[in-house]
Structure formats: structure tokens, C-alpha cells
């Protein structure tokens, strides 16, 4: 292709400029003017100012919120459920996603599909369909309203998909040939898994766990209805700034917002930071 | 922001499959045993996670019979509840089309300072609590916000009506379209247009007949994945709507009124509804699918 | 002692890739398995390793029973068409990782390392990755992990398809090289008739499930047990109701004893020789001929000549309607588009 009629880029870094990729003109600037226009009014500002609202009664009763006893207890509980959630569902989701890839059975598709539905359904029907599992008139008789496990099902459920999802693409990519190699030099299938195949696994697995756990942190819709927001007890994170919100303690909201922003950005990048390593020896 | 490599959302991403026959061995996967356990435990865990509660809840549905069913579902405030969770997701998804399209082009197409961060902060509304969403709009757009009064004089309300509710679903929605075009536009490379310009074709017409019909699967993907979550926001519409009943009542809020009404069955009707539809969009989206690479 | 593969039947589905196959490779020689693409001779080397289940049949590798043994279990080092390299593991690690997971101290595993990456030349590259590395270097690492733990057998599945032609004709030659000096017993799999002859002691011809012929590559070429074995390695053409070789025909300006009358239809000259094709009544076939030989006859298009297959060649009866006379033998290239599964 010797078309290049557009005046190639030449600002600095060139090494992974493809070729044909244009500088911002006239129209292009506008649009990219427009879209980081909509951007800040969309989201940007408005989290700036759940920053700056947190700061309102200043350092002191930011932090008098966050510690409060309700207050503290519901960020506690969101953050260790979230993290269990994601522990389980990374290793779950790895060995779904494994069996989705390498195995091949009657009904593979249909499950594909299944695992989709957390992902595509509105999580007030989540909600709901596991009040109605269990709920105090559980069929099966397991009652969890109003307890811990609750919120923990409930996000297990939600964050399902990540994993799966994310892990998915890489073990359809792993070439089968190299667990022969392995096999023929003498590992077994459980040193064959560990040592050739979690190393190229690794980073997909943590980034379906940063988006598991992001997810888990700020859930709502799901796990109110069936964890019966009691305060010190079962009551999440999120559902403790609505109230504030409703309460019209804005500052109390966004002092809490400001919380899980604070942690969900340092688990993510964490997380991105063991996918970058483990991704480099590869 | 870390750089994430995201997950297709919906759908397992649209790899093409190793060709099996001769030269398969059958000791790929696991070898016997091993591969009946990890084949039941998941199914199992799917199963009991996804299925059983799915299963329990149409029974409930339906518990009082077909007739109370629909009427549940013929309400008015029903049919309102279903009326403006339509309005609100097309208004957003048309947006977010919009916004989608021009980001994955300039993000592929174009290299300017701060590409990068633009990036970045794409995934940042996917990491953000719904919440906490709707606090934030609600801060800047609300009566007391910092644009609340501005807005008021003007005689606009977000906030507690129904712009704010597009807008809030606009915010929880914002990468799904864009997250599907980058790596589709990525793959196809820039051939296409620079061959376009060389034929004299402008801007505008290099995008409508050249780069938008190459990724048009991947487009509708996103689409149907942005309805999917433009019709199913709950939180973030919690918060900015109010939960004033009939005018900025979405199907999600119903549902919840409905259970904080004791009219459970109510609730479970109204959630059908979103199921189906949840269950349709998964099903668009997987037919869809195979189209998506060449 | 060696290889032996009892009547191995490997069925996937309907399709039949190995039907009763029997092969006996002899402890150190090096054996080409020899045939075109889907033929089933890459089943056959994966039975071998363990890589693949045949339905019935026995292996035994050098005495032991092998049948009912997996992979990690026999023995055996084996190379793949696309290296089956070890992305995130150095050069180094990945020579190593046999050794490894034999849980060899580590002294003796540098040791045995070092001397196989100065083996194959790769010693500068220990700390690479494989990714760094051109195809024919991967191939060679490859073969170094493979002998790394020191199997008894080493097996290589169309090692060289992946590489281009230049890279391709030089790791031919070192395979040869390198078993002269390491004589461990090896099999390995090829479509390409002009390598199984340049580097194997012994060829198998294995065609649809079926051992056409084994024997030496002089064997195999001077003397073909049949019409497919003839095609396969190497040119023919088809005078008389019989294949034979071009370069075969003895060519005269004037009748001889058995000589059948004919025309000069064509000729081309191709590098050192001269492609002749011509007609006997309604036959079509070719001879390969030197310039000399073009010269001292006075060959031009339309020379009446008068041709006979020379004393000892190798000839056989064809009954086949489609004349394979203008077919030169599928060579590698054109194998190349055609796959590689076998």
C-alpha cells in the first residue's frame, strides 16, 4: 500500500504509529473537542465534586463520617465481601471459562449463554430472583434474608461473567500444542497447568478480578433487597450513601463515595499492575 | 488508571475456535476423571448460581396464574414504567452511539497528546459504584448543585426528572459501545481508508461508506449491549429520579416499589418483563456474533 | 530394541487415518515418515508418543510396552511443526524445563543446558525469548529441550514446515548432522519427498492409512513397490502403459530394439536440463534430457525420436486413465498450501 497521501505523524513517538494515522485536523479537533467536552460534563466533573463535597466539613469530618460506627462497619463489610466474591469467582470463573473452551459436551453453548445473564440482566431483577430463591419463603428452605451470605451470593452472581469473560479469549489462544510439549517432557497435568498455562492465564484472570471487584464494591440494585440494608449489619456500602443521600447529608455521601473510589482505584491498579508483570515474562 | 484489558461483556468474544479432527488429541483438555469433575463442578456452580434462582422466580411469577400476570403488566403505571425505561434507553443509547463511534475513531484513528488518558478514563464510569453516579450528577446538577442554579433560571430540571435519568444512564453506559469498536477497528487497520483517500473520498464519506459498515456487527454488539444496560440501571436512577411514583418511575424502580409495597408478585411480574428482554438482547447478541470477525 | 508400532488402527469418526499400520524403526537410525497430507502419518508418530489413542494395536519402545502409557511417561522428545515454544520462559527455561520437572539438581541442569545450547548454537540466546528468536532458531531450541532430559526416542512432527525454503534446506542438513553425533533413535514426518530422501537412513511411505513401502531412500527410488510410491518420490510419466522415470528414457534418432516411435513436441530448457515433452501416437509424456544430449541429436520440435526405459529402470504397470505424463512430482512448494495435518 504506497497511498499515503495524508501526511504521516511526526510528533516523537513514532515507533508504534501506524502508518496512515492521521494528525487532528479542523473537523477532528472539534469532535475531540465535543467528546472531552461531554466527558467532563457527563463525568468528570460531577466526580470532581463528589471530591470536593467530601471535603466540606473539611479533613476532620471526613473523617468523623468514615468512622462512625454505621458507617465504617458498611464500608468494611463491602470491601471483604467484594474481595471474597472476587477470590472465588476468579478461580470458579477460571475453571468455567476452562471447561467452556476445552470441553466439549451437550449443552456447552447453552451454558455459555447462561453465564451472560448477570451481566445482561438489570440488578434489581437479580435482586429479586434471589429474594425469591432465598427469601423467607425459600423453596428449598436455605433462608439467607438479612444475613452476610447473602450480599456474598448476591455478588457472586453479579461479578460471574468478568472472569469467565476475560479468561475466555486467552485459553481459546493457548496454542494445545505446547501442554503436548509439556507432556512429552514429563509433567503431569497438574505442573502442566501451573507452570505452562497460568503464566499466560495470569493477567486476563486479574483483570476479570479488578473489574469483579470494582463491580462487587459498588453494588446495589442486587443485594439491597435481600441483605435488608440492617445498619452495622448487613447493610452495604452503597446503600448507606443512599440513605446519607437521602437524608440530605450530601457531605456524608460523598465522604464514603470518595472511600471506594480510593479503594477501587488502588485495587485496579494493583490488579493492572501484577496483569503487567505477569505478562511481561510472556 | 491502569490499563485494563476488558472482557467483551456480553457473549464469549468472538475468537475463531482451534479446528478440531486429526492431530485433537483427546488428552487436550484433562484426561478422564479430571474431566468429568471440572465439567461438573462448573456446570454445577452455573447451574446453581444462575439457573435455580432464574428457574424459582418464573414459578413465583406466575404463581397467582396467567391472568394476574398480565394484569400486573398492563397497569398503567406498569405501562408508564415501561414506556419511559424505553424513552430513557434510547435517548441514551443513541448518545452513547454516538459518543462511542466518535471516541473509537479518534482513540484508532487519529494520535494527539492525552490519547492516552482518554483511554484510560473511558473504563472509569464501569469502575464507579451506580451510587455513586447518581450522587455525583445529583451534585453538580441538582437544585443545590453547581449548576443547579444556572439550570433552574433557565427553567431546566435534571434532577428528579427525566433528563437526569438519561443522563445518569448515559454515565453507567458510557464505554460499551467504544469497547467493542476499538479492537474491531484496531484488526481492520487503516487500509481501507487510506485507499479511500487516495480515491478522493472526504472524511465524512470515507466514514459512511468505508470504516462504519466494516464494523457494523461490532456496532450493533455494542448497542444491544448498551440497551441491555440502559434499560436495567437501577442504582444510579434511584438516586437522581427520587422514586416519585408515575412520572419517573423506570421498570427497575417499579419493581423495587413494588416489593417495598408487599405486592411481591407484582414485582416478580414487572422483573419477568426485564428478563425477557435481558434474555432476548443475550440472544440477539449471540447470533450476532459469529459475524463479528471476518 | 528401537520402535515398534503393531497394527495400529486410529479411527476419528467415520474417517480411517491409520488402518493396521505396522512399523519397526531400528534403535539409532533415523526414519522418515514419508507421504502426502492427511495421509496419516502424523497420527501415527502422535500414537507413538502417547500424544493420540490408537483403537487397537500395540507400541513398544525400545522393549517396553508402551501402549497403555501417557506421554510423560514413554520417554519420548518430540518437536512440533510450530515449535510449541514456551512464550514466557527464556531460551534457557525452556531447554531446562524437562530437567526441571524430572527435579535434576540444578547443577546438573546447567550443565546438561549449556552443553545442548552450544549444541545447537543458541548459547548467545539463552536469556532470550522465544518470540525474539527467527523460526529456525525456535525450531533448534526446540530440538534441544526435546533431547534435553535424554529421551530414548525423538520424534518430530514436519519440523521444518514452518520454515521457509533457505532455513528449511539448512536445518535438514544439520538434523542429519546432529544425529550422526547424539544417534539417538529418530522418527520424523515430512511431506516433502526431497527431504525424507536427503536425511533418512529408512523411509516409511505411509499413504491413507496405509505403509506402502519401506526401505531406503535408494530403495524406494530405484526400486517402487508401486505406482503411488513412484509418483510420490520423485518425477514420472507414462509410455507404453508403463510409469517410469524421465530422466529413465534412452532417446535415439534412428529405431532400436524396443524402442518405441516419437515426436518432439516441446522443449525447455530448466536450469541443467532439458525438458522434452513428446508424443507417441496419441501418448503424451516427457523425458529429461542434458543440453548434450539435445545437441549431439539435434533435438528441435518435431524431431521424430525413438524411445525405450534404460536397462534397470525402474517400471511399472499403470492401468490409471488419468496420464500422469506432464506432472512433474509435487514438490514442497507445492505441498505448502496444502496443510498440515496428516
Known amino acids: ?282 | 488508571m491502569a490499563e485494563l484489558t476488558r472482557p467483551t461483556a456480553l457473549g464469549a468474544p468472538p475468537a475463531a475456535g482451534q479446528p478440531q479432527g486429526p492431530g485433537a488429541s483427546p488428552g487436550r483438555g484433562a484426561s478422564g476423571p479430571t474431566r468429568w469433575v471440572l465439567r461438573l463442578v462448573a456446570v454445577v456452580y452455573v447451574l446453581v448460581l444462575v439457573v435455580l434462582p432464574l428457574v424459582v422466580m418464573v414459578g413465583r411469577t406466575f404463581e397467582d396464574g396467567l391472568a394476574a400476570f398480565v394484569e400486573s403488566v398492563t397497569s398503567p403505571e406498569a405501562v408508564a414504567a415501561v414506556t419511559l425505561s424505553l424513552q430513557v434507553a434510547v435517548q441514551a443509547v443513541v448518545v452513547n452511539t454516538v459518543f462511542g463511534v466518535a471516541v473509537a475513531l479518534l482513540i484508532t484513528r487519529y494520535r494527539f497528546r492525552g490519547r492516552g488518558v482518554l483511554n484510560a478514563l473511558i473504563d472509569l464510569p464501569v469502575s464507579v459504584s451506580p451510587v455513586i453516579a447518581g450522587l455525583a450528577l445529583i451534585l453538580v446538577y441538582g437544585r443545590n448543585g453547581w449548576f443547579g442554579g444556572a439550570l433552574e433560571t433557565l427553567g431546566v430540571q435534571v434532577i428528579y426528572s427525566v433528563p437526569g435519568i438519561v443522563l445518569a444512564t448515559c454515565f453507567v453506559s458510557l464505554p460499551l459501545v467504544v469497547r467493542e469498536l476499538v479492537p474491531v477497528l484496531d484488526e481492520i487497520g487503516l487500509e481501507q481508508e487510506q485507499a479511500g483517500r487516495a480515491l478522493g473520498a472526504n472524511a465524512w464519506q470515507r466514514l459512511w461508506r468505508l470504516t462504519l459498515p466494516s464494523v457494523r456487527w461490532a456496532l450493533a454488539y455494542g448497542v444491544v449491549l448498551s440497551l441491555a444496560r440502559a434499560l436495567g440501571e437501577f442504582g444510579a436512577v434511584r438516586v437522581v429520579a427520587g422514586n416519585v411514583l408515575g412520572s419517573t418511575q423506570t421498570m427497575p424502580l417499579l419493581a423495587a416499589q413494588r416489593y417495598a409495597d408487599l405486592d411481591e408478585s407484582g414485582a416478580y411480574a414487572i422483573s419477568f418483563v426485564m428478563v425477557a428482554i435481558a434474555i432476548l438482547c443475550i440472544l440477539v447478541v449471540a447470533l450476532l456474533r459469529p459475524r463479528d470477525h471476518r | 530394541m528401537g520402535i515398534q508400532a503393531q497394527h495400529i488402527v486410529k479411527r476419528f469418526g467415520d474417517f480411517v487415518a491409520l488402518d493396521d499400520v505396522s512399523i519397526d524403526v531400528q534403535s539409532g537410525r533415523l526414519t522418515a515418515l514419508l507421504g502426502p497430507s492427511g495421509g496419516g502419518k502424523s497420527t501415527l508418530l502422535r500414537v507413538i508418543a502417547g500424544l493420540d489413542h490408537a483403537d487397537s494395536g500395540t507400541v513398544w519402545i525400545e522393549d517396553r510396552e508402551a501402549t497403555s502409557l501417557p506421554p510423560q511417561a514413554r520417554d519420548v522428545g518430540f518437536v512440533f511443526q510450530h515449535y510449541a515454544a514456551f512464550k514466557h520462559l527464556s531460551v534457557y527455561r525452556n531447554v531446562a524445563f524437562g530437567l526441571e520437572v524430572r527435579k535434576r539438581p540444578k547443577a546438573e541442569v546447567r550443565r546438561r543446558v549449556t552443553e545442548l545450547l552450544e549444541l545447537v548454537h543458541l548459547d548467545q540466546f539463552a536469556d532470550r525469548l522465544p518470540a525474539q528468536l527467527s523460526g529456525g532458531q525456535r525450531q533448534r531450541m526446540a530440538l534441544a529441550r526435546a533431547l534435553a532430559a535424554e529421551p530414548k526416542v525423538l520424534l518430530l512432527d514436519e519440523p521444518f514446515g514452518a520454515l521457509d525454503a533457505k532455513v528449511r534446506k539448512e536445518l535438514r542438513d544439520w538434523l542429519r548432522r546432529l544425529h550422526d553425533e547424539v544417534h539417538v533413535t529418530t522418527i520424523f514426518v515430512t511431506h516433502d519427498q526431497e527431504e525424507a530422501l536427503e536425511v533418512a537412513d529408512e523411509l516409511v511411505v505411509v499413504n491413507r492409512g496405509r505403509v506402502e513401502q519401506v526401505g531406503s531412500p535408494n530403495d524406494l527410488y530405484d526400486r517402487p513397490a508401486n505406482e503411488f510410491v513412484m509418483e510420490f518420490l520423485g518425477p514420472v510419466t507414462r509410455l507404453g502403459g508403463q510409469l517410469v522415470r524421465p530422466h529413465d528414457l534412452d532417446v535415439f534418432a534412428d529405431a532400436r530394439p524396443g524402442t518405441v516411435p516419437a515426436r518432439v513436441e516441446r522443449l525447455q530448457r530448466v536450469g541443467f536440463e532439458v525438458r522434452a515433452d513428446a508424443s507417441a501416437g496419441a501418448e503424451r509424456f516427457w523425458l529429461q534430457l542434458t543440453p548434450g544430449q539435445v545437441e549431439a541429436l539435434e533435438l528441435s520440435p518435431g524431431s521424430p525420436v525413438w524411445v525405450r526405459p534404460a536397462r534397470g529402470a525402474a517400471t511399472i504397470a499403470s492401468s490409471a486413465s488419468a496420464t500422469p505424463a506432464d506432472r512433474a512430482p509435487e514438490g514442497a512448494f507445492d505441498r505448502a498450501s496444502a496443510g498440515s495435518s496428516s
Do not use: C, H, K
Open chain 1, 1 to 282: 500500500m504506497t497511498t499515503a497521501t495524508a501526511p504521516a505523524p511526526t510528533t516523537g513517538r513514532s515507533d508504534a504509529t501506524p502508518q496512515g494515522v492521521l494528525r487532528l485536523g479542523a473537523g477532528s479537533g472539534l469532535a475531540l473537542g465535543v467528546v472531552l467536552l461531554w466527558m467532563s460534563i457527563l463525568v468528570l466533573l460531577p466526580l470532581v465534586a463528589v471530591l470536593v463535597t467530601s471535603a466540606t466539613d473539611g479533613v476532620s469530618g471526613f473523617v468523623d463520617t468514615v468512622t462512625s460506627p454505621a458507617v465504617a462497619a458498611s464500608i468494611r463489610l463491602t470491601v471483604l465481601t467484594a474481595a471474597a466474591a472476587t477470590v472465588v469467582n476468579t478461580v470458579m470463573g477460571t475453571v468455567v471459562a476452562w471447561v467452556l473452551v476445552r470441553d466439549r459436551f451437550w449443552g456447552r453453548r447453552l451454558l455459555s449463554l447462561v453465564i451472560d445473564v448477570p451481566f445482561a440482566l438489570p440488578t434489581i431483577v437479580a435482586g429479586l430472583v434471589l429474594i425469591a430463591l432465598y427469601g423467607n419463603q425459600s423453596p428449598l428452605g436455605i433462608v439467607l434474608a438479612q444475613t452476610r451470605w447473602a450480599i456474598f451470593v448476591a455478588l457472586l452472581f453479579v461479578t460471574l461473567p468478568f472472569v469467565v469473560r476475560a479468561v475466555q479469549p486467552v485459553l481459546e489462544e493457548l496454542e494445545r500444542d505446547v501442554e503436548e510439549a509439556g507432556a512429552s517432557l514429563g509433567a503431569s497435568r497438574a505442573v502442566i497447568f501451573r507452570r505452562l498455562i497460568l503464566p499466560n492465564i495470569a493477567p486476563a484472570m486479574a483483570a476479570g478480578a479488578a473489574l469483579s471487584f470494582a463491580r462487587g464494591l459498588g453494588e446495589y440494585g442486587s443485594v439491597v433487597l435481600i441483605s435488608g440494608s440492617l445498619p452495622r449489619r448487613t447493610e452495604v456500602a452503597s446503600a448507606r450513601m443512599l440513605g446519607q443521600i437521602e437524608n440530605d447529608n450530601l457531605a456524608g455521601a460523598s465522604a464514603v463515595a470518595t472511600v471506594l473510589l480510593v479503594v477501587a482505584l488502588a485495587v485496579i491498579i494493583g490488579l493492572g499492575v501484577v496483569q503487567r508483570r505477569t505478562a511481561r515474562r510472556g
